[in-house]
């Protein structure tokens, strides 16, 4: 069975940076497609970042230039950096795993893996 755990949230002023780590077991990192997504309170889940298990990398439009994801197949984990934090990045984030993502990356109903989630909050 696959678990994914998220670790790194916390507390931050805005622009300041963060950076989250999602470890996954059971399988290995190049073996999944591993995503990162956030849910700010009263909205939808969004996509943030995927790194395929082709080690391809995805962004949101959203985000794209200030967050960065980045695999260490080491040790069966995705990094998400992210800098010049704004209060409206305050959201729990989500790490999830499935397999080959492809051009469905940024749909939430194809992972099937998901962390705990790690609460992020930004200050203004």
């Known amino acids: 069975e696959i678990q994914v755990a998220e670790s790194g949230g916390g507390s931050v002023q805005a622009g300041g940076s963060l950076r989250l780590s999602c470890e996954t077991s059971?399988?290995?990192?190049?073996?999944?497609?591993m995503a990162w997504f956030r849910q700010a309170p009263g909205k939808q889940r969004e996509v943030l970042g995927t790194v395929d298990s082709d080690s391809t990398i995805r962004y949101s439009d959203s985000v794209k230039g200030r967050l960065t994801v980045s695999p260490d197949n080491a040790i069966n984990t995705l990094n998400l950096q992210m800098n010049g934090l704004k209060p409206e990045d305050t959201a729990m984030y989500y790490c999830a795993a499935t397999w080959a993502c492809g051009n469905s990356w940024s749909a939430e109903s194809i992972y099937m893996y998901w962390g705990q989630g790690t609460q992020v909050t930004v200050s203004s």
């Open positions: 059971g399988w290995t990192r190049t073996e999944l497609c």
